[in-house]
């Protein structure tokens, strides 16, 4: 698990952060996105062409094994089929111990995304700009339906935000969310220096460089090794930066009242000292709280937690977020079949 380090290593520094947001975000101008699709119609007709392109991209990227994208498939379509988005510098492996065991109990199709600049190298990682994210995984949404009758989006931290941009924008498309540890906010504000015009630079002087340490703390009792298989340990601070547009254009109360479908949201928290050391808690639990107010929703704390709940590389009671997942799919089937009567 990733060493939680703030953007400050002094109090002078620090002082003159919370000095600069301070500001206000009145000085922010407004992010901007429109959706091109980078689907060709080849692809956009057969979700085995397009895993088929999107592997072949993952090759000509040297993704490194297990950071590709995946399908796990049981039928040519099931009733009901999950879509999971990992979170930022991540990949499949943040959520596929617990995802591929829903899976198998439900026998149910399972895609699992490589966004743009992960599992390949710091320059392509730092490469990427907020609308690759988008555009990438409303691609892969469009072609969810040919996996299942009804798609059940997952998404851990990063991952989150992006699939509750997702159910808020294609509600036709998006039937049920997951969210595990959603990133709406830094938990640590000055991450939200980056905003700013001349953001970035001091926020490399902070760092003391361009080039951000995200290794795993190995005496962190929580971390397994084999995590740097699957995660980025050295990241360019640059690549912060679509990170927060992506979440200043996401995380607004807008956003968060446009959804509409039943939705899970797990998140850690034990206490006041010993909760998400990443995501802002109060950030995900006010954004919850202004969902559509589907009768299934429900967010739930897990106590032996960490930021990265799912992971097999990460300890947390996977147990405990194993059934409440599992009772969540049970009730929205229910509900789904009393509702299509």
Known sequence: MQKERPLYRNWKLY??????LALGYVLLPDQAYEYHSQLSQEQAAS???YLENRLR???SLKARPGNEEKLIRYAEKTPIAFMYVHGY?????EG???MDEVASRLQANTFYLRLPGHGTNMDDHASVVMSDYLDY???ALMMMD???DKVIVVGTSMGGLISTYLAAHYPDKVDGLILASPFYEFRDKTGNVLGFPGGLALAEMVNGGEIRDSSRDPKNPRSVDGYEKYWYTTQYMSALVPLYNLKAYVARNATFEAVQCPTLMLYYYKSEEEQDPTADVDAMLEAFARFGGHPLNRSVAIEDGAHVLM???VKTDKERILTEILQFVEDFQNYSESSDK
């Open 57 to 59: 991209e993952s090759a």
């Open 89 to 93: 510098g991540a990949s499949r492996a």
């Open 311 to 313: 992971s097999e590389y």
């Open 47 to 49: 979700f085995d062409q």
């Open 15 to 20: 002082l003159s952060l919370v000095g600069l």
């Open 137 to 139: 995984a409303t691609d």
């Open 146 to 148: 040919k996996l299942g």
């Open 96 to 98: 596929e111990m617990v």
